[in-house]
C-alpha cells in the first residue's frame, strides 16, 4: 500500500507539471493567435495589420480555404527553437531555447518590440529571421523565467526574480515612475532598461499583464505565502487598490509604496501538509483527487479590464470591469475601486457543487473557466459566440445565471480541455486527447482558423461535434510551453547517464508491468485502434508495408495471382461524367433547392467532387436572397442525408457534414460563386 501512494504522488507531481505556473504561455490577447509546436517552431493566424504573424506581409491568414494546415508557414526565427509565446493585441513576442534570447515582431509603434525605434516589423519581407536580431535585455540579465503581453506593453522575470517592462507606459503600466515609452528610441534597452521596484528584498515569481495594466505574484519567503501588486491603468478597480486611481506613472508609487492587495483570508491565508487543504489533480478511470499545497494563491490571470485569482484549493476570486457580468457575481457591479469591495467582502466565483477551478482567461469582456474535470466553463459578453452556448445571450450579470445554472462548454462526444484560450471576442481550447485545437466566437479577421470569416459558438448546432477541430498541419499538435526551470525537487538518485532525449509529454497511465525487453526501434506512429489478435504472426516481416491498407478486406483471396500486373492499366479515355444524382423540389413549389450533386468517384484516388448548385428565389420587397436552410436530398439509397446551410453566405458547413460522419474529410473549397460552389473531399 505504501508504495502505491508513491507512486501515486510521483504520478501526481508529473501531471501537475502539465499545468504547473512554471510553465506560461498567451497564445492571445486581440485578434490574432500564435501558437507552439512539439519542434520547437511557431504558426500564426488572424489579423495581421501590423505584420503581427511574422510572415512578410500585412495579409490577414485563417480567413480563406488554403492558409491553414500545412499551407501555413512556420514563423521564421532563424531556427531558433521557442520554449514560451506571448502574445499583444497586434504583436508577438517569443522566448527561446537559446535564453535568455527573446525576440518581437508586429506592431512597434510604442516600444513593444524592444527594438529601439518605432517600426513595424514582419510586415515587409526580409524583417524576421536573421534579419531579426535577439532583444538586448542587457548584462545584467542571464535567464529569462517568464515572459507576458498585455495590449502594447511587455513584461519578463529574470533571474533572481527581477521585472523589466518596455513598451507604451502611458498609463504607468511598465512601473517605473513617469509615463514615458520605453523601446521606443535609442538606449532605452539593454543594462539602460532598469528593473521594476516591488519592494525592499522582494522578488517576483509570475507577472501579468492586462490592457494598459500590470501584476506581480510575490514570494514572501518569511511566511512561505504569495502575495499580489498590481499598477498601470485603474479606472475600474482591476489593480485592487480600493479607488480607480493610476498607479506607478509618477514618483514614489511603486516598491513600498505600493501596498500588497487586501486579499480575502480564503487566498491569503497558507496551509498545512494535510490531505484537504489545497489540489493536485490526476485522472485515472474517470477519478479526481485531492491533494497538499504549499501556499494557497496559485495562479493568477489578467483580462482586458479584470484580474482573476485562482488558489490551491481550486477557488476564483476576480475583480476589474463588470458592466456585462464578466467577473461572474450575478450582478454588473465594477470590483476593487472600492475599499468595500476587497478583504473579506470578495466572495468566490460559483461554478458550481464541488467544482474546483485549474486555469481562468479572459478577453475583452468574457471569461472563461478550466474545471478539475477539465470542462469549461464561459461568462460575461456573448453576441459574437465566444460563450459557446449557441445563443449569443452574455451570462453573468442576472441572478442565477452563475454555479450549476451555468452550462458546461460541448466540445464534442467525451471531449475534455487541456487549456482555454479567451481572445478578444473568441475562444479556444486546446483538447486533452490529442492537443488540437478549437475555436468559436467573432471570426472577422480568420482568427478561429477555420479558412472562413464565419463566427461560431452564437447560433444552433455550433459547437458539439459541429465544431471542427483548426487545422495547424500533419501530425502536428499543440505545446503549451516547454520548461526548463531547475527542478524544485531533484531526485535523490539521478540516472548515469542521464536520458539524452527524455519524453516532454509523459504517459499518463503507465504500465504497472512493464516488458523487460522493450522494442530497439519502437514506432514514432503507433496504431491509434490496435486490434485484438489471439494468434500473433510468430514470424513479422521485416519489411512491412510504409503506408499500410486503411480499410483492409476481412475476406482476403485464397488463390492470390503468383504474378500480378507489374503496373496498373491508366485509362486516358474514363467515363465521360461523374455519377449525377438530380434533387428535385420537395414540395412542388420554387422556393425549395433546385439543382444536382455531381459525384465523380476516384477522382485523384479516393477523391470525389461535390457541385452543389443552388437557385434561390428573390424577396422582392426586401430585393435579398432567401437563407432558409435547405435540404439536400438522398445520396446512395439515403446513407448520406444532410443539409446544405445557406449557401449565399459562402456556409458550407452542411456540405461538409454530408459526408463527415462517414469518414470522408474536408480538401479545398475550389471555386465559389453566387450560384455554384465546389467542394472537394478526401478520405
Same mark, same amino acid.
Given at each position: 500500500?505504501?508504495?502505491?501512494?508513491?507512486?501515486?504522488?510521483?504520478?501526481?507531481?508529473?501531471?501537475? +507539471?502539465?499545468?504547473?505556473?512554471?510553465?506560461?504561455?498567451?497564445?492571445?490577447?486581440?485578434?490574432?493567435?500564435?501558437?507552439?509546436?512539439?519542434?520547437?517552431?511557431?504558426?500564426?493566424?488572424?489579423?495581421?495589420?501590423?505584420? #503581427?504573424?511574422?510572415?512578410?506581409?500585412?495579409?490577414?491568414?485563417?480567413?480563406?480555404?488554403?492558409?491553414?494546415?500545412?499551407?501555413?508557414?512556420?514563423?521564421?526565427?532563424?531556427?531558433?527553437?521557442?520554449?514560451?509565446?506571448?502574445?499583444? *493585441?497586434?504583436?508577438?513576442?517569443?522566448?527561446?531555447?537559446?535564453?535568455?534570447?527573446?525576440?518581437?515582431?508586429? &506592431?512597434?509603434?510604442?516600444?513593444?518590440?524592444?527594438?529601439?525605434?518605432?517600426?513595424?516589423?514582419?510586415?515587409?519581407?526580409?524583417?524576421?529571421?536573421?534579419?531579426?536580431?535577439?532583444?538586448?535585455?542587457?548584462?545584467?540579465?542571464?535567464?529569462?523565467?517568464?515572459?507576458?503581453?498585455?495590449? &502594447?506593453?511587455?513584461?519578463?522575470?529574470?533571474?533572481?526574480?527581477?521585472?523589466?517592462?518596455?513598451?507604451?507606459?502611458? !498609463?504607468?503600466?511598465?512601473?517605473?515612475?513617469?509615463?514615458?515609452?520605453?523601446?521606443?528610441?535609442?538606449?532605452?534597452?539593454?543594462?539602460?532598461?532598469?528593473?521594476?521596484?516591488?519592494?525592499?528584498?522582494?522578488?517576483?515569481?509570475?507577472?501579468?499583464?492586462?490592457?494598459?495594466?500590470?501584476?506581480?505574484?510575490?514570494?514572501?519567503?518569511?511566511?512561505?505565502?504569495?502575495?499580489?501588486?498590481?499598477?498601470?491603468?485603474?479606472?475600474?478597480?482591476?489593480?485592487?487598490?480600493?479607488?480607480?486611481?493610476?498607479?506607478?506613472?509618477?514618483?514614489?508609487? *511603486?516598491?513600498?509604496?505600493?501596498?500588497?492587495?487586501?486579499?480575502?483570508?480564503?487566498?491569503?491565508?497558507?496551509?498545512?501538509?494535510?490531505?484537504?487543504?489545497?489540489?493536485?489533480?490526476?485522472?485515472?478511470?474517470?477519478?479526481?483527487?485531492?491533494?497538499?499545497?504549499?501556499?494557497?494563491?496559485?495562479?493568477?490571470?489578467?483580462?482586458?479590464?479584470?484580474?482573476?485569482?485562482?488558489?490551491?484549493?481550486?477557488?476564483?476570486? *476576480?475583480?476589474?470591469?463588470?458592466?456585462?457580468?464578466?467577473?461572474?457575481?450575478?450582478?454588473?457591479?465594477?470590483?476593487?475601486?472600492?475599499?468595500?469591495?476587497?478583504?473579506?467582502?470578495?466572495?468566490?466565483?460559483?461554478?458550481?457543487?464541488?467544482?474546483?477551478?485549474?486555469?481562468?482567461?479572459?478577453?475583452?469582456?468574457?471569461?472563461?473557466?478550466?474545471?478539475?474535470?477539465?470542462?469549461?466553463?464561459?461568462?460575461?459578453?456573448?453576441?459574437?459566440?465566444?460563450?459557446?452556448?449557441?445563443?449569443?445571450?452574455?451570462?453573468?450579470?442576472?441572478?442565477?445565471?452563475?454555479?450549476?445554472?451555468?452550462?458546461?462548454?460541448?466540445?464534442?462526444?467525451?471531449?475534455?480541455?487541456?487549456?482555454?484560450?479567451?481572445?478578444?471576442?473568441?475562444?479556444?481550447?486546446?483538447?486533452?486527447?490529442?492537443?488540437?485545437?478549437?475555436?468559436?466566437?467573432?471570426?472577422?479577421?480568420?482568427?478561429?482558423?477555420?479558412?472562413?470569416?464565419? #463566427?461560431?459558438?452564437?447560433?444552433? #448546432?455550433?459547437?458539439?461535434?459541429?465544431?471542427?477541430?483548426?487545422?495547424?498541419?500533419?501530425?502536428?499538435?499543440?505545446?503549451?510551453?516547454?520548461?526548463?526551470?531547475?527542478?524544485?525537487?531533484?531526485?535523490?538518485?539521478?540516472?548515469?547517464?542521464?536520458?539524452?532525449?527524455?519524453?516532454?509529454?509523459?504517459?499518463?497511465?503507465?504500465?504497472? +508491468?512493464?516488458?523487460?525487453?522493450?522494442?530497439?526501434?519502437?514506432?514514432?506512429?503507433?496504431?491509434? !485502434?490496435?486490434?485484438?489478435?489471439?494468434?500473433?504472426?510468430?514470424?513479422?516481416?521485416? !519489411?512491412?508495408?510504409? !503506408?499500410?491498407?486503411?480499410?483492409?478486406?476481412? #475476406?482476403?483471396?485464397?488463390?492470390?495471382?503468383?504474378?500480378?500486373?507489374?503496373?496498373?492499366?491508366?485509362?486516358?479515355?474514363?467515363?465521360?461524367?461523374?455519377?449525377?444524382?438530380?434533387?428535385?423540389?420537395? &414540395?412542388?413549389?420554387?422556393?425549395?433547392?433546385?439543382?444536382?450533386?455531381?459525384?465523380?468517384?476516384?477522382?485523384?484516388?479516393?477523391?470525389?467532387?461535390?457541385?452543389?448548385?443552388?437557385?434561390?428565389?428573390?424577396?422582392?420587397?426586401?430585393? +435579398?436572397?432567401?437563407?432558409?436552410? /435547405?435540404?439536400?436530398?438522398?445520396?446512395?439509397?439515403?446513407?448520406?442525408?444532410?443539409?446544405?446551410?445557406?449557401?449565399?453566405?459562402?456556409?458550407?458547413?452542411?456540405?461538409?457534414?454530408?459526408?463527415?460522419?462517414?469518414?470522408?474529410?474536408?480538401?479545398?473549397?475550389?471555386?465559389?460563386?453566387?450560384?455554384? /460552389?465546389?467542394?472537394?473531399?478526401?478520405?
Amino acid at each position: 500500500m505504501g508504495s502505491l501512494i508513491i507512486y501515486l504522488i510521483l504520478l501526481l507531481s508529473s501531471l501537475w +507539471s502539465e499545468i504547473s505556473p512554471k510553465c506560461f504561455a498567451k497564445f492571445s490577447m486581440g485578434d490574432h493567435v500564435c501558437i507552439l509546436l512539439p519542434n520547437l517552431m511557431v504558426k500564426c493566424w488572424g489579423e495581421n495589420n501590423e505584420g #503581427q504573424l511574422g510572415y512578410g506581409n500585412a495579409e490577414n491568414m485563417g480567413d480563406n480555404d488554403g492558409e491553414m494546415g500545412d499551407y501555413l508557414a512556420f514563423v521564421d526565427l532563424d531556427n531558433e527553437g521557442v520554449i514560451s509565446l506571448a502574445v499583444g *493585441m497586434s504583436f508577438s513576442c517569443s522566448l527561446h531555447y537559446q535564453n535568455p534570447q527573446m525576440r518581437c515582431w508586429g &506592431d512597434g509603434s510604442l516600444g513593444q518590440l524592444g527594438s529601439e525605434n518605432d517600426d513595424n516589423i514582419g510586415d515587409d519581407p526580409n524583417e524576421l529571421g536573421i534579419y531579426l536580431p535577439p532583444i538586448n535585455l542587457g548584462e545584467n540579465v542571464k535567464y529569462v523565467s517568464q515572459i507576458t503581453c498585455g495590449m &502594447d506593453h511587455v513584461l519578463i522575470i529574470t533571474d533572481n526574480g527581477f521585472v523589466k517592462a518596455w513598451g507604451n507606459n502611458y !498609463h504607468g503600466q511598465l512601473g517605473l515612475g513617469d509615463n514615458y515609452n520605453r523601446g521606443d528610441d535609442s538606449n532605452e534597452m539593454g543594462n539602460q532598461l532598469e528593473f521594476l521596484k516591488l519592494g525592499s528584498d522582494l522578488q517576483a515569481i509570475e507577472v501579468s499583464a492586462g490592457v494598459s495594466f500590470s501584476c506581480a505574484k510575490i514570494l514572501i519567503s518569511s511566511s512561505s505565502s504569495n502575495e499580489l501588486k498590481c499598477w498601470g491603468f485603474g479606472e475600474y478597480g482591476m489593480l485592487g487598490s480600493g479607488n480607480d486611481d493610476w498607479i506607478g506613472n509618477d514618483p514614489n508609487e *511603486m516598491g513600498d509604496y505600493l501596498p500588497f492587495i487586501n486579499l480575502p483570508s480564503f487566498i491569503t491565508s497558507s496551509s498545512d501538509f494535510t490531505i484537504t487543504s489545497g489540489f493536485f489533480f490526476f485522472f485515472l478511470s474517470h477519478f479526481y483527487i485531492n491533494f497538499f499545497s504549499f501556499t494557497q494563491l496559485l495562479l493568477f490571470s489578467l483580462g482586458h479590464f479584470t484580474t482573476g485569482i485562482i488558489t490551491q484549493d481550486g477557488l476564483l476570486a *476576480m475583480f476589474g470591469k463588470n458592466h456585462i457580468g464578466q467577473l461572474g457575481y450575478e450582478d454588473n457591479n465594477h470590483r476593487g475601486d472600492n475599499p468595500s469591495d476587497l478583504g473579506e467582502n470578495l466572495q468566490a466565483v460559483n461554478l458550481g457543487t464541488s467544482r474546483s477551478v485549474i486555469e481562468i482567461s479572459s478577453g475583452d469582456d468574457h471569461s472563461c473557466a478550466l474545471l478539475d474535470n477539465l470542462l469549461i466553463k464561459c461568462w460575461g459578453y456573448g453576441s459574437w459566440g465566444q460563450l459557446g452556448y449557441e445563443d449569443g445571450s452574455s451570462r453573468g450579470s442576472q441572478p442565477n445565471s452563475m454555479g450549476n445554472n451555468l452550462p458546461y462548454i460541448d466540445l464534442g462526444s467525451d471531449q475534455l480541455a487541456y487549456h482555454v484560450i479567451a481572445g478578444r471576442w473568441f475562444t479556444c481550447a486546446i483538447l486533452q486527447s490529442n492537443n488540437q485545437l478549437k475555436c468559436w466566437g467573432e471570426n472577422q479577421h480568420g482568427q478561429l482558423g477555420y479558412g472562413d470569416t464565419l #463566427q461560431r459558438g452564437g447560433s444552433n #448546432q455550433d459547437m458539439g461535434l459541429n465544431l471542427d477541430q483548426v487545422e495547424i498541419g500533419c501530425e502536428l499538435k499543440v505545446q503549451i510551453c516547454f520548461d526548463y526551470s531547475p527542478t524544485l525537487t531533484p531526485s535523490h538518485s539521478p540516472s548515469n547517464p542521464p536520458t539524452f532525449d527524455p519524453t516532454y509529454q509523459p504517459t499518463f497511465d503507465p504500465s504497472f +508491468s512493464p516488458t523487460n525487453h522493450p522494442t530497439d526501434y519502437p514506432s514514432s506512429q503507433p496504431t491509434q !485502434h490496435p486490434s485484438i489478435s489471439f494468434n500473433p504472426s510468430f514470424d513479422p516481416s521485416f !519489411h512491412p508495408t510504409a !503506408h499500410p491498407t486503411l480499410d483492409p478486406t476481412f #475476406q482476403p483471396t485464397n488463390d492470390p495471382s503468383q504474378s500480378p500486373t507489374a503496373a496498373p492499366t491508366v485509362t486516358f479515355s474514363p467515363t465521360d461524367g461523374p455519377t449525377v444524382i438530380s434533387i428535385s423540389d420537395d &414540395d412542388g413549389n420554387d422556393d425549395d433547392l433546385g439543382g444536382t450533386i455531381a459525384i465523380g468517384c476516384g477522382i485523384g484516388g479516393g477523391v470525389i467532387l461535390i457541385a452543389c448548385v443552388a437557385y434561390f428565389t428573390t424577396n422582392n420587397k426586401k430585393g +435579398s436572397h432567401d437563407n432558409r436552410v /435547405y435540404e439536400l436530398g438522398n445520396i446512395d439509397n439515403g446513407k448520406y442525408r444532410k443539409y446544405c446551410d445557406s449557401i449565399i453566405a459562402k456556409n458550407y458547413t452542411g456540405v461538409r457534414r454530408l459526408l463527415r460522419s462517414h469518414g470522408w474529410r474536408v480538401g479545398n473549397f475550389l471555386h465559389p460563386t453566387q450560384q455554384v /460552389y465546389f467542394i472537394f473531399f478526401q478520405k
